[in-house]
């Protein structure tokens, strides 16, 4: 199918292709999509579940153990090399299995951050992967949309495209449908939409002709592969820091082996218990529990409705100390329904809800029909013709079962728009009627800077007219006359403030304004931009977007949790202000900022407008931008909501930008560091509360980690150092390694969040993992460990003097050391009890396996002879617990007498 598209007409590119502007039949995009594979370039595959397993074994230290470990098989050492080996093994799987989980964790993220595209198939209208599309699909395009697939046009209004990722065209390029001669090279093909540009402006249709490595992207597709994944903030810090840690604990392993080897002790148990204790203390795994843990998060925050783009995002969200939100839809509902018109001639009251066509429109009481008002069919003829949405009626209920048939209402496209549809229907004016009795000839789009659409429209008696709609005041400077009933008159000064004070009375009330104005025209220039001007204004429409009901309770805890919220909207300062004081966000008295404010001040007195200021109205995306810069200058870590293309570089300025999932443009989603599925304001909260909760879970598993990895080295050092023994045989190291690690380790990446989590400022960006005391408790429990274990394994000496007991003591005591120890380290302020003994059941069931393991080690009885242990008795086992639960018991007394 690699055909000259650009040279050939559309309609006999769809013939060629066996499509039409009702798109593909099912069964032949199936068939397609059999043939032709998925649309997507090649990647680099994920590591295989072998190769995963397999790089469980690139740790040096593991490595020199297995070589080790197999000379002493040699040797004669059979069932010591061979037990050692599986628990080798058993890490292995254990470390296998945590990184599968991350792998699958990852992958899934990707598929859910797969763009989607609107199509036509089957006649039917559809939201599909962008994976989906094959040669021949029909597909809507629209502004802020990366462009899918190399596209043939169909229809195409005011279009242009951001082709610089292909061509390095700086400017955006005008695009058209008509064919261009067959050598016209690339960036000059106006009828073609190359796969991986960018729509910046205008709306149209087109034809896929070609897909994944078959477009033009494609040819240069081994320039876009390969990327590896970028590993996080905090993960390239205790990448760092596991190397010194390394050192350290190597420095100590060889010291232990040459104590032991100046005693006499034999050289071969001794370089098997160095390296083996090296294996165990030496936490390599630091990087990946952070990878694991934040895997789990992003999970997590996929159940809260929050899709993470990229995963430091994860330990920045709990940083956030400002979140700048936009109000519609993701404060208020973005359910609009028009409630107000204002005409010259009188206010209008409009009834219904939601987008239904069911209501009336009514003045004084009584119902006004077309016929008796000339201008307001005039308004409502420029709203339903200025406007690219559409309201499908769906059938629901089957009629069985007690399930009554009804008709619902599903809008695509803008729901400001969808109103003013609906509020046109309720007076029986549609679209469809319209679009019989006007022509549309051209459109400038809407965007955030100009704040106005217009189109151009031809009736049927050859005259054409300008319609246009957008903000109040913008309209309003550019009209020179208004309508009133049938007669149009010159707008004077005093016209202007009634329409002003209209425009304040229904901001006051919460209603978003919009304007609509009209003009006839003779002669079309080639910029029909330049139209804009001397128009008649017809009137204005108060739209009511309710604040959504969970946002007012979210704003509570971001006030306890430190996070200051700004509401940053183009809408009028006035409804801006209504709708703050609704929800708590300011009160009546306090400041709200506009754009015009932030262009007019200066220096300090900006600063101080941003940095005290709480809602921002009528602001364009540049505004936006020198709001995230003022305030990261002062210091702030800063949440950013947008859905817009001008959106992006305040986006991607943020430290967390957030996009919608909903309403967004595929530019806005690609810049945000996370999605917001539902483009809710709560989710932003529930995602920072998430977070933090990643957060103080991966300080969780630091903690315990290192403490129990410090414990160990410190029972082996200090024994030496007492000239005693060695407390633990190699297999016994590696054991404790495999029961203490693994399993309860895993279990404190899902406990769940301090109840006090959203009680607590922000942490700040820079903080060291090891700050607010964490090395210390580190030190300390670690220290507590090592002492508690090594007094026990001498005591059990001078007392019995029996080395296998006097190991199997200090075997058991540091086991039920790091088990207890492992409860401690789910809060760093509350104690165990007041944290909830059975609030991570994960956890509970953890420490029962781990227990289990142990207790297998010394009374089934091949274990036992492996082990090298003896079976405690009841006396025995109350010394253990007792030496075992001291740490815990001295560290609570210790928090206890802190808070007295």
Same mark, same amino acid.
């Given at each position: 199918m690699k055909l000259l598209w650009h040279s050939t007409d559309w309609v006999e590119c769809m013939a060629l292709l066996e499509s039409s502007e009702q798109g593909l039949s099912t069964?032949?995009?199936?068939?397609?999509?059999?043939?032709?594979?998925?649309?997507?370039?090649?990647?680099?595959?994920?590591? =295989?579940?072998?190769? #995963?397993?397999?790089?469980?074994?690139? /740790?040096?230290?593991?490595?020199?153990?297995?070589?080790?470990?197999?000379?002493?098989?040699?040797?004669?050492?059979?069932?010591? &090399?061979?037990?050692?080996?599986?628990?080798?093994?058993?890490? &292995?799987?254990?470390?296998? +299995?945590?990184?599968?989980?991350?792998?699958?964790?990852?992958? &899934? #993220?990707?598929? #859910?951050?797969? *763009?989607?595209?609107?199509?036509?198939? /089957? !006649?039917?209208?559809?939201?599909? /992967? +962008?994976?989906?599309?094959?040669?021949?699909?029909?597909?809507?395009?629209?502004?802020?949309?990366?462009?899918?697939?190399?596209?043939?046009? +169909?229809?195409?209004?005011?279009?242009?495209?951001?082709?610089?990722?292909?061509?390095?065209? =700086?400017?955006?390029?005008?695009? =058209?449908?008509?064919?261009?001669?067959? /050598?016209?090279?690339?960036?000059?093909?106006?009828?073609?939409?190359? =796969?991986?540009?960018? +729509?910046?402006?205008?709306?149209?249709? !087109?034809?896929?002709? &070609?897909? !994944?490595?078959?477009?033009?992207?494609?040819?240069?597709?081994?320039?876009?592969?390969?990327? !590896?994944?970028? *590993?996080?903030? #905090?993960?390239?810090?205790?990448?760092?820091?596991?190397?010194?840690?390394?050192?350290?604990?190597?420095?100590i392993c060889a010291a232990v082996v040459l104590m032991g080897l100046y005693r006499g002790e034999n050289p071969t148990t001794m370089f098997l218990a160095g390296v083996s204790l090296a294996v165990a203390a030496i936490p390599e795994g630091l990087p990946a529990i952070v990878t694991i843990a934040l895997a789990i998060g992003v999970q997590r925050m996929l159940r809260a409705q929050a899709i993470v783009r990229k995963l430091p995002a994860v330990e920045t969200l709990g940083c956030a100390s400002v979140i700048c939100s936009d109000k519609t839809g993701t404060l208020t509902k973005n359910e609009m329904t028009v409630r107000r018109i204002w005409l010259a001639s009188g206010g209008i009251e409009v009834s219904g809800e939601g987008y239904a066509p069911e209501g009336q429109l009514s003045r004084a009481g009584r119902p006004l029909a077309l016929q008796q008002a000339t201008d307001l069919k005039q308004l409502l003829t420029i709203v339903a013709l200025c406007n690219n949405a559409a309201i499908v009626a769906v059938k629901e209920g089957n009629g069985r079962f007690g399930l009554r048939r009804r008709t619902a209402y599903q809008i695509k496209g803008d729901p400001t728009e969808a109103a003013l549809l609906s509020v046109a229907s309720k007076a029986g004016l549609t679209r469809e009627k319209l679009l019989s009795e006007y022509e549309m000839l051209d459109e400038i789009p809407f965007d955030s800077e100009r704040k106005r659409m217009s189109v151009l429209v031809a009736d049927k008696r050859g005259n054409r007219w300008l319609y246009s709609k957008g903000a109040p005041d913008v309209l309003l400077a550019r009209c020179t006359h208004y309508l009133e009933g049938k007669t149009v008159k010159p707008l004077r000064p005093e016209q202007v403030e009634l329409v002003q004070a209209v425009m304040a009375e229904m901001g006051d009330a919460a209603l978003r304004v919009l304007a609509a104005a009209y003009r006839p025209v003779e002669h079309v220039p080639s910029q029909i931009e330049t139209l804009e001007g001397h128009l008649v204004f017809v009137g204005l429409l108060g739209l009511i977007d309710p604040p959504r009901p969970e946002v007012k309770e979210a704003l509570k805890v971001c006030r306890r949790a430190g996070i200051r919220t700004v509401m940053i909207t183009g809408d009028h300062a006035r409804t801006a202000r209504a709708i703050g004081v609704e929800l708590g966000l300011i009160g009546t008295h306090d400041a709200v900022y506009s754009g015009v404010d932030l262009d007019r001040l200066q220096g300090a007195e900006l600063e101080r407008a941003i940095n005290q200021g709480r809602i921002f109205a009528r602001v364009s995306p540049h505004h936006k931008l020198k709001i995230v810069q003022t305030l990261k200058r002062a210091g702030q870590v800063v949440a950013m909501t947008g859905d817009g293309i001008n959106d992006a570089p305040a986006l991607m300025e943020a430290d967390i930008g957030v996009a919608m999932g909903r309403t967004g443009t595929d530019v806005a989603k690609e810049a945000a560091d996370l999605v917001l599925r539902d483009d809710n304001f709560a989710t932003i909260v529930a995602a920072v509360r998430e977070g933090r909760g990643i957060y103080d879970n991966i300080r969780k598993f630091i903690r315990y980690l290192l403490s129990c990895n410090v414990g160990e080295l410190l029972t082996v050092f200090l024994t030496m150092l007492l000239r005693l023994p060695l407390p633990l045989r190699p297999l016994q190291i590696l054991w404790v390694n495999l029961v203490t690690d693994g399993l309860p380790a895993m279990a404190l990446g899902v406990d769940p969040p301090d109840p006090d989590l959203m009680e607590r400022s922000p942490r700040s960006k820079n903080e060291n993992i090891f700050a607010r005391g964490l090395a210390r408790r580190i030190l300390t429990r670690g220290v507590l460990i090592g002492i508690t274990t090594t007094l026990v394994f001498a005591g059990t000496m001078l007392h019995a003097d029996d080395l296998k007991l006097a190991r199997t003591m200090a075997f058991a005591t540091l086991v039920f050391c790091q088990l207890f120890h492992v409860f401690d380290c789910r809060s760093e302020t509350m104690g165990i009890m007041e944290k909830g003994l059975f609030s991570n059941p994960y956890l509970i069931v953890a420490v029962l396996l781990s227990s289990l393991m142990f207790w297998a080690a010394l009374y089934v009885p091949p274990l036992r002879t492996l082990f090298d242990t003896v079976a405690l008795d009841t006396s025995q086992w109350l010394v253990v617990l007792a030496a075992a639960g001291m740490p815990t018991v001295v560290i609570g007394l210790r928090r206890l007498l802190r808070r007295r």
């Open positions: 069964k032949l995009a199936e068939q397609r999509r059999q043939r032709f594979g998925p649309n997507r370039l090649q990647q680099t595959p994920p590591p =295989s579940a072998w190769q #995963l397993f397999l790089g469980q074994f690139k /740790d040096f230290m593991t490595l020199v153990l297995l070589v080790a470990t197999l000379i002493s098989g040699l040797l004669g050492e059979y069932a010591d &090399a061979l037990s050692i080996i599986a628990i080798v093994l058993l890490n &292995a799987l254990l470390g296998f +299995v945590q990184e599968y989980r991350a792998e699958k964790a990852i992958a &899934a #993220l990707a598929k #859910l951050n797969s *763009p989607q595209v609107d199509i036509r198939r /089957d !006649g039917r209208d559809l939201t599909v /992967d +962008v994976e989906e599309l094959v040669p021949g699909d029909y597909v809507f395009i629209h502004p802020g949309m990366r462009v899918p697939a190399d596209l043939r046009l +169909v229809h195409a209004v005011a279009l242009e495209v951001d082709e610089a990722p292909l061509t390095g065209e =700086s400017l955006p390029v005008r695009k =058209s449908v008509e064919p261009v001669p067959a /050598d016209t090279p690339l960036h000059e093909r106006a009828c073609m939409l190359y =796969s991986g540009t960018l +729509v910046t402006r205008g709306h149209g249709s !087109g034809l896929v002709v &070609a897909t !994944g490595m078959e477009t033009e992207v494609g040819r240069i597709a081994q320039m876009l592969q390969g990327v !590896g994944r970028e *590993p996080t903030p #905090l993960q390239a810090r205790l990448e760092q820091l596991g190397q010194y840690i390394v050192w350290g604990c190597l420095l």
